[in-house]
Each structure stands twice: as C-alpha cells, then as structure tokens.
C-alpha cells in the first residue's frame, strides 16, 4: 500500500514514517521544506521526500492525486476547506483511508484529566478549534452518507524534542 504522510517531519511524522515503513508500506513525506525529522531512523532512507505547499500552491490537490496515494494520513490540514477539498477530489479515487489528525482541544476545556474521548464537549474555543471541529463533523457526514474512508485522531499536547 502506498501511504501519503502531509507533514511527514514533525511531532507525529518524525515517529510515524519509520513504523509504516518497517510494517512495509511504500512511503511519501510530504513536507513544504526540506525539513529533517527529529530522529533520523534508518527508515527514513527509504521513504521518498516531496515538498509541496497546501497553503502556497494552487495545485497542491492535483499534485496530491497524482502521487496515487492508496492512504493519506494528514497532519497539518488546519481549514475546513481544505478538508472538503480532499473528499471531493479523492472521493471516487479508490482512497483506501483518509485519516485526518484533529485535536481534543477541538471540542474545548478537557472535562477531566486524562482526556476521555467519549466525554467530548462540543465548544471549540478559538478559530484553530472550530475549523478543527467543523473538519471532524464534515468528515463524520460524508462518512455516513458517501462512505468516505475517513479516520478522526485527537491527539492532544503533543511535546518532545523538537
């Protein structure tokens, strides 16, 4: 299976792209910059590098098809629009999964700690939050009515090195 990582070099990707590579997936980081993971796994020498810009290239989605991705595993998508656009360019694709990496600090306050993710609240509190939210609802809708192969993540304070 061929496996799209969209900021591939960061606090996920660093550690991501070297476990889908040992558990054999033809890999491609895509990053905007020729960014250096934070640990330089032996994985890494295998995965092919792309640099491609969401935010700076009009092309980007077009550029992103045309990688044939069966997986994408998306990192850093921050608008709701740029979501949409990639259900409706990869919904009839033959995408296998789309797993979009939001945040628990989407839904607002943590009611306790640690985070439970069946006590969600629904009260995003900025605009990194709602488009956050708004991401995960669209994603759960085209889910349900289109059976869009979407996956939902809620990491939440992500720190280490780097």
């Known amino acids: 299976m061929r496996v799209v990582v969209i900021g591939?070099?960061?606090?996920?990707?660093?550690y991501l792209i070297p476990m889908l590579v040992d558990n054999g997936y033809e890999t491609i980081a895509v990053t905007r910059k020729l960014s250096q993971p934070y640990e330089d796994a032996p994985a890494w020498h295998k995965v092919e590098r792309v640099l491609m810009d969401r935010e700076n290239d009009p092309e980007f989605i077009d550029k992103l098809k045309a990688l044939n991705p069966d997986i994408i595993v998306d990192l850093v998508n921050f608008n709701i629009e740029d979501t949409k656009k990639i259900v409706e360019h990869f919904k009839d694709s033959g995408l296998s999964h789309y797993l979009y990496c939001s945040s628990c600090w989407a839904h607002g306050r943590a009611k306790t700690i640690p985070f439970d993710p069946d006590d969600l609240q629904k009260e995003p509190l900025d605009a990194y939050g709602k488009d956050k939210f708004a991401?995960?609802?669209?994603?759960?809708?085209?889910?349900?009515?289109?059976?869009?192969p979407a996956t939902i993540i809620l990491p939440g304070q992500i720190s280490g090195s780097g």
């Open 135 to 148: 991401s995960e609802l669209y994603l759960k809708e085209q889910y349900r009515k289109h059976d869009f």
């Open 8 to 14: 591939a070099t960061g606090h996920i990707g660093t």
